[in-house]
């Protein structure tokens, strides 16, 4: 999808569009052993090699919604990302989040942060990747700094 396909589309099919790319680059990379999950962990890989950080997914949900250390966590988090040039977005279905990164759910209890890194041998090409890319690119120009995407249900 070029950036000119992006332009055209309604706000409601880019949402869904990125919400299935989403899905299919978070499947991609667990294959690949490319993601890192949890708030301390991820903040860790930022902090050692921001470079190897291709994409970040912040979620939320009713639960925490007033948590204000993870608020503080968020915008730090946020902070980064918008400095190193690192695509994110934020979802509100911790669940099904959890769902598509872990194979056990109690697996993942801090799953508020996920990121999608490089692999060791340099970066992956993943036309899904190259699509939530653009999502994002596209939101930040029309002031969106950190758009909400939902994920499709199963």
Known sequence: ??????????????????????????????????????????????????????????????????DIALQIHFTLIQSFCFDNDISIVRVSDMQRLVEIVGDKVEQFEDAHCVLITNPADGSWEDPALEKLHLFCEESRRLNDWVPEISLPER
């Open 1 to 66: 999808m070029t950036f000119e396909e992006v332009l055209i589309q309604k706000p409601t099919e880019r949402a869904q569009c990125a919400g299935t790319a989403l899905e299919e680059v978070l499947v991609t990379a667990k294959d690949n052993d490319s993601l890192t999950v949890g708030v301390y962990e991820c903040a860790k890989v930022m902090n050692l090699d921001p470079d190897s950080v291709s994409f970040c997914v912040l979620a939320m949900d009713e639960e925490f919604e007033c």
